[in-house]
């Protein structure tokens, strides 16, 4: 049974900074692809950043700079750095692992940058 539970959302200013957790089990951090999304009120869900298996990664154009994708395998947790926070930032961030041909999801965790 695949758990993804995520962690470290809250309430910080503009310009600070938050660690997002996500401890996975039933997945392997460093053989699954890993990503975290988020989603704004109103709005779609949308991808921010993929790890993996190799070590690689990607994000999405807007967060590049600012957001680090990384992972503990000892943990088996996944991690999103992110640094310099606007209010645009501010959603529900979920971390996803795709094992095979199924994709799975975190219940999310809210992040609120108030300016």
């Known amino acids: 049974q695949v758990q993804l539970v995520e962690s470290g959302g809250g309430e910080v200013q503009a310009g600070g900074s938050l660690r997002l957790s996500c401890v996975a089990s039933?997945?392997?951090?460093?053989?699954?692809?890993m990503s975290w999304h988020r989603q704004a009120p109103g709005q779609q869900r949308v991808l921010l950043a993929n790890?993996?298996?190799?070590?690689?990664?990607n994000y999405l154009e807007f967060v590049k700079g600012r957001f680090t994708i990384s992972r503990d395998g000892a943990k088996n947790t996944l991690y999103l750095q992110m640094t310099n926070l606007s209010p645009d930032d501010t959603a529900v961030y979920y971390c996803a692992a795709r094992k095979g041909f199924w994709d799975y999801w975190g219940q999310g965790t809210q992040v609120t940058v108030s300016s």
């Open positions: 039933g997945v392997d951090v460093r053989l699954d692809l």
């Open positions: 790890i993996y298996a190799d070590g690689s990664t």
